[in-house]
């Protein structure tokens, strides 16, 4: 059984498995070890989940998707999934513990982001679901058509490890309010929150069997992909993960909503409020280091104001601090595992071959016997087909490059497989529309970054997506509509 309490020494939990409302083990018996990428210390083992515990996991997901579940009022479903919103609240330290042992990221950046945004995502459903309803229409004398809303069934919810509980509640509180049961895969690098997670959802009044966990590798995730009995998979991660699941699910007809890989832009016109824009470049740069997938990694400054940006973005970056991420200073915790730093290491190498101009960073940061810690790095003086500028490094790496021109600065935005956001600077609102329009991502911020409101449309073109999270878009995905035809 995990224990859920964390130690005061910062010791991690051990993570099974949450079936039908019990924690288990996997039958198999076999587990693997979960380091803090912070200190490689060992947090915990992790049970790794076979084809045995998903259809276990899928079988009870499909039994509680009648009774005591469907049966529940609607206002009922709701005060069940804003406790839930309030017991994460409750929590908070230890979340907030548990996330920035798992991942390495800043515990401040945990507390105020990752946690306070989980808790959120169910108070903010827990209203949506009160308010949600259908299409009527009157034909004439002939008949009225009105449609009812279903859950979608059983959805399986696959997890990045970059905002481990955030990324899993902004799926798992519309699935719910819309009456669906779940199997959860968190991803094998960060299992922790999602493990206490179901402890909170059982104490907030979940019915057994609505909210599965199955911990394990991407072939756990393949086995829920591929099960005939689930209905839907909501997946975050890398576009390459997205297409083998797509393949997995298509003998089965699964519906399918992808959160995938971004390579963003940031735009910045010399017409723009530059304290501004420096002050956002450094969080949409660097936060969470540059592990987030809405990060702007290429960020392209109209020429007049180019060398003044980078001298001061570079200042800027120097000035941050990286380091323990229990530590109330640090800017820039670990990277999550050392196979990710190895990953980003790597494409440093590769901008060096590229003959590319390091103005800031671009090695491993000094000082740390262990632990995965990279300096925040700008580049510049990199060709628009390097392999830096085409695709997603998901660190604290950023490429800079001037324009001269509106028509410029958008062929090369635009000549990229991913189209997830853009971060657009100028004072010109005209402009700000225009260019805004002609840009390929699923969304644009004007002078701000990841500025969220939870009702409008998030997700990506291109390869960055399919489908889109967020109010009713979720509900989208996460219901069926029956129309009923009365004639009269
Ligand atoms: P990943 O694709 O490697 O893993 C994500 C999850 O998929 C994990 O739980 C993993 O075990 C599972 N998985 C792996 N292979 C699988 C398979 N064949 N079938 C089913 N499941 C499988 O992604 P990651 O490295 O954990 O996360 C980083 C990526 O996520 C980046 O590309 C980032 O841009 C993306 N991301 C996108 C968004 C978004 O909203 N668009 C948000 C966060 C992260």
Redesign the pocket.
């Known amino acids: 059984m995990p224990s859920t309490e964390v130690k005061k020494d910062r010791v991690g939990i051990d993570c099974v498995h949450y079936i039908n409302g019990e924690y288990v083990h996997s039958k198999s018996g076999e587990t693997f070890e979960n380091p803090n990428p912070a200190t490689e210390e060992i947090l915990g083992t992790v049970a790794v989940g076979g084809k045995e515990e998903v259809d276990e996991a899928v079988s009870v997901a499909r039994k509680a998707l009648k009774g005591e579940w469907a049966d529940m009022p609607s206002r009922k479903r709701s005060n069940v999934i804003r406790k839930i919103g309030d017991l994460i609240l409750e929590r908070h330290e230890e979340l907030a513990t548990l996330e920035s042992l798992d991942t390495g990221k800043p515990l401040w950046l945990s507390k105020s982001v990752d946690i306070d945004r989980a808790a959120n995502n169910f108070h903010f459903f827990a209203d949506y679901l009160t308010t949600v309803g259908t299409e009527t229409y009157q034909q004439d004398d002939k008949a009225i058509h009105y449609a009812v809303r279903k859950p979608t069934g059983v959805v399986g919810l696959?997890?990045?490890?970059?905002?481990p509980l955030f990324?899993l509640t902004w799926k798992l509180a519309p699935a719910l309010a819309a009456g669906n049961t779940v199997v959860m895969?968190?991803?094998?690098?960060t299992p922790m929150t999602a493990t206490v997670l179901t402890e909170i959802c059982k104490e907030a009044g979940v019915p057994d069997g609505v909210v599965n966990t199955v911990h394990?590798?991407?072939?756990?995730?393949?086995a829920?992909?591929s099960h005939e009995d689930v209905d839907g998979i909501a997946?975050?991660?890398?576009?390459?993960?997205?297409t083998?699941?797509m393949k997995?699910a298509a003998p089965t007809l699964k519906k399918l909503s992808f959160?995938?890989?971004?390579k963003n832009p940031n735009i910045i016109f010399a017409d723009a409020d530059l304290d501004d824009t420096i002050e956002t470049t450094i969080k949409s740069s660097f936060i969470n280091q540059g592990?987030?997938?809405?990060c702007g990694s290429r960020i392209y400054v109209e020429r007049p104001i180019y060398d003044e940006f980078v001298e001061r973005l570079t200042a800027k970056t120097k000035e941050m601090k990286v380091g323990d991420p229990f530590e109330a200073d640090t800017n820039v915790g670990a990277m999550v595992s050392e196979e990710?730093y190895n990953k980003v290491l790597s494409y440093l190498d590769i901008a060096k071959e590229e003959g590319g101009t390091f103005e800031i960073g671009g090695k491993a940061a000094e000082g740390f016997d262990k632990g995965y810690y990279i300096e925040p790095t700008i580049i510049t003086g990199l060709g628009k087909d390097s392999r830096c500028v085409q695709e997603?490094i998901?660190g604290p790496v950023v490429n800079i490059v001037p324009f001269d021109t509106e028509e410029e600065v958008l062929e090369q935005v635009n000549d990229t497989h991913y189209g997830?956001s853009a971060s657009l600077w100028t004072t010109d609102f005209k402009r700000a529309h225009r260019v805004a329009g002609k840009i390929e991502t699923g969304m644009v911020w004007i002078n701000t970054w990841f500025l969220r409101d939870l009702r409008t449309p998030?997700?990506?073109t291109k390869h960055?997506?399919i489908g889109r999270e967020g109010g009713m878009h979720s509900f989208e995905f996460y219901s069926e509509l029956t129309n009923i035809t009365i004639k009269l």
Request: hydrophobic share 40%; charged share 15%.
């Open positions: 696959i997890n990045p490890w970059n905002l990324l895969k968190p991803s094998e690098v394990g590798f991407g072939e756990t995730g393949a829920i992909s997946f975050t991660g890398e576009t390459v993960t997205g083998a699941i997995a959160e995938l890989g971004g592990e987030v997938c809405l990710h997603e998901f997830l998030f997700g990506g960055s997506g």
